[in-house]
């Protein structure tokens, strides 16, 4: 029996998926912050939610930050700023997964259902982010420079014969 690989990508290039992400985390920390402000505005912040309101404005910050470092890291080519975009992405994903999901468990609620559905897709592109990093990485540890096609030859070339000028003298006087 053969095992078959989980291939997550759903037909997308990597890199479009990691533009994906960074446009996600970018109108996901812009929709906490907002939400955040507005709720703050009307003045639904109890004591007991100030922690909630502390963690989605936290949240939300780090969401803007790390969009900003995946999509510096895109334009840049550089795989350590994505690998710091997988470390906090790790953090918004496990924080927004357990948040959400004690939330609804406790109280439901339509907003915080709809975030415990968006989890799944941010750990999906969490893989698929990381398997960028990989083609990333390897494209620039590799002994190719970008731009420059690489040409192989396999046959054996004889070097006297290839470079007249480093020939044998043969005549003797």
Same mark, same amino acid.
């Given at each position: 029996?053969?095992?078959? !690989?989980?291939?997550?990508? &759903?037909?997308?290039?990597? !890199?479009?998926? @990691? ?8 109108? #996901?920390?812009? $929709?906490? #912050?907002? $939400? ?5 505005? %009307?003045? +639904?912040?109890?004591?007991?939610? +100030?922690?909630?309101?502390?963690? $989605? ?15 510096? /890291?895109?334009?840049?080519? !550089?795989? !350590? ?8 992405? &790790?953090?918004? /994903? ?6 959400? @999901? ?12 709809? =975030?415990? *559905?968006? *989890? ?10 990381? /398997? &960028? ?12 420079? /970008? ?5 192989? *030859? ?5 070097? =006297?014969?290839?470079?007249?000028? %480093? ?7």
């Amino acid at each position: 029996m053969v095992a078959r !690989k989980l291939n997550l990508r &759903f037909f997308i290039s990597l !890199k479009t998926w @990691a533009m994906i992400m960074a446009l996600t985390n970018l109108a #996901l920390g812009i $929709g906490i #912050l907002i $939400g955040g402000g507005v709720w703050l505005n %009307k003045n +639904h912040v109890e004591e007991t939610f +100030h922690t909630y309101f502390a963690v $989605g404005v936290g949240v939300g910050i780090l969401n803007l930050l790390s969009g900003t470092v995946l999509i510096v /890291a895109i334009v840049q080519g !550089k795989d !350590k700023w994505v690998l710091l975009y997988i470390l906090l992405e &790790f953090i918004i /994903a496990f924080v927004l997964t357990i948040f959400s @999901a004690m939330n609804v468990y406790n109280e439901f609620s339509i907003v915080l259902f709809g =975030l415990l *559905c968006l *989890c799944p897709i941010l750990w999906i592109g969490l893989c698929n982010v990381y /398997a &960028f990093y990989v083609e990333l990485y390897n494209y620039n540890n590799s002994s190719v420079l /970008a731009g420059v096609e690489e040409i192989a *030859c396999n046959l054996r070339t004889n070097p =006297l014969v290839s470079f007249p000028e %480093k020939t044998l003298d043969t005549t003797t006087v």
